[in-house]
């Protein structure tokens, strides 16, 4: 059955319960095919209403049947019981009643849909009654004296009457939950019991007849590069402020701000002369004294200002992005004479985008660069040859015939992009290493680019760093994590970053070398790789030239 049924036919029989309908009501929950505990109750206390004793009480037992731990439940049992003359079982409604209590003075069964509070000494009082309907006087008044000492309202002047009753052996007459006083259902899930129409009705907003009488909207504005801002009478045109002079907070809720700072206006002034403004992410109150209309100024000729304020969503830029460089038809390359590989592609022009660079410009790429870098791919599938990829900020290749020195090397790689020698540093890495090791061997005759080429190939790093004066390094890690520096002398680093070290502090702190600072770091953020024989030859030439 689904529940919104349930809830349906529920609710009919609660309102067939306010108007006194008791036979409307139980036919209501009759047709309810899986009923719960507080429908069935609800049914009980119409057949009660009736007179039908032996319907409520079936009725009881089904709803305790359903909750077994429903106070209320055995309360209203036991009193049917006394009704139909089963005393011992009711005696016993009574004692389980009293256990689910769970030791409160009371439970307010309003949260359930029931408004009936039942309190520890109504029980009490019940188990009362039925040793009186057993002829058990004393123990009716035992129970009745342990029941006045029951902390709870409602009680009155109830078990001072029962007692003066008890000593002239009356029968007391057992209390039941009152008519009418039955579980109803949530009012908000009765309330979503009725449809509604979430999209509404078809409204004309725009047409295209024309001279239509319907003005509701403002035509669309042409687009222009930069901010959008709302027009506005007056000063009304921005919400930023800014402070005339440094301001420190006197109060609770106030900002410290420095002088000439924008804040963001937040609410109005009050009657204090404070209004509530923004200001480093920060919301707190300044005085109205303090504060200026922001001025923002346009430069004539330029699309932007650096002073303007952003009060609105960002347009589209009106510039479009570059396109990449395509080479120009130039004569077929050479057929290779001593290649082993048929698949080795020729060099590309660039592999990232274009950023600018601190010192200069990267490369412009025009028609005759890219004549030129076509034909460095032609000779460099000539024999003798290595194309070199070189990763800076952006990506650069080249050809070199394979037994140029390191020193030439550097010198065509620096006039490629634009930085002078004596700042660039190249760096290439071992077969299955993450370090970045130095380029050895640049002074020295001999070393040339053969000893780091593979397969015609060869991949370099370079960086902008300040070259290390009279200091040698010892080897290279790998940084596990980053470390933010704590102090002037540490030195700052990313994880993957290559770290030079340049010497050990102690056991637990070396000095060493990344991106062109110095300074110290706990060892344990970097790794040493397995040394090759490479890096142990590299590592015995430094240390002999110191020595």
Known sequence: MLYTELLRLWDEAVQAVDAKDWEGSL?????????????????????????????????????????????????QRAAVMMQVDRLEEALSDCIWAQKHMRGNMVIDYRQLGLRYKLYSWQVLYNAAAVYCRMG???????????????????????????LDSISREEVLAPLLVSEGVVFRPRKQ?????????????????????????????????????????????????????????????????????P????????????????????????????????????VVKSSKGKR???????????????LK?????????????????????????????????????????PPRYTANAASDQHADSAQGAEAGSVVVKVHYTYTVALSVPLDTPYSELKERIAQKLGQPASQLRLRHKLHGSRALIPLGGEAEPGRSVQEVAEAGRATLWCQSEDPLANRSILYQM??????????????????????????????????????GNIGIFPSCFAYRENIGENMVDDMVESLENVL
């Not at 342990?146 to 001072?160: D, F, K, L, W, Y």
């Open 27 to 75: 036919s209501k929950l009759d047709q309810i095919s899986e009923p719960t505990s507080r429908t069935l109750f609800n049914a009980a206390s119409a057949h009660l209403a009736l007179g039908e004793l032996d319907l409520a009480l079936k009725a009881m037992d089904l709803t305790i049947a359903k909750d077994q731990r429903l106070a209320v439940g055995f309360f």
């Open 136 to 162: 058990q006087w004393e123990q009716a008044r035992d129970v009745l004296l342990s029941a006045s000492q029951e902390r709870g309202g409602g009680r009155g002047g109830t078990i001072e009457v029962a």
């Open 189 to 257: 899930d009765v309330e979503q019991l009725q449809q509604r129409d979430f999209l509404g009705k078809a409204k004309v907003i725009s047409s295209m007849i024309p001279n239509d009488d319907f003005g509701g909207f403002e035509p669309l504005r042409l687009q222009k590069p930069g901010f959008y801002e709302p027009k506005g009478e007056g000063s009304q045109d921005s919400r930023y402020m800014r402070v005339r002079s440094p301001y420190m907070a006197r109060g609770p809720g106030q900002l410290t701000v």
């Open 259 to 294: 002088g000439g700072a924008m804040v963001f206006l937040f609410a109005e002034e009050d009657r204090d002369g404070m209004a509530t403004v923004i200001y480093d992410g920060q919301r707190g109150l300044l005085p109205v004294s303090m504060l200026e209309p922001a």
């Open 304 to 318: 932007e200002s650096l002073q303007r304020v952003p009060s609105g969503i960002p347009l589209p830029p009106g």
């Open 321 to 361: 992005p570059p396109t990449r460089p395509k080479a120009q038809p130039g004569p077929a390359a050479p057929p290779r004479a001593h290649s082993t590989s048929t698949d080795t592609p020729p060099p590309s022009y660039t592999t990232a985008t274009h950023s600018p660079l601190p010192a200069s410009e």
């Open 478 to 515: 790998v940084a596990l994590y980053d470390y933010a520096a704590q102090g002037p002398e540490d030195l700052e680093f990313s994880e993957g970053d290559t770290i030079d070290i340049l010497g050990e502090v102690n056991e637990e702190w070396l000095e060493g070398h990344c991106a």
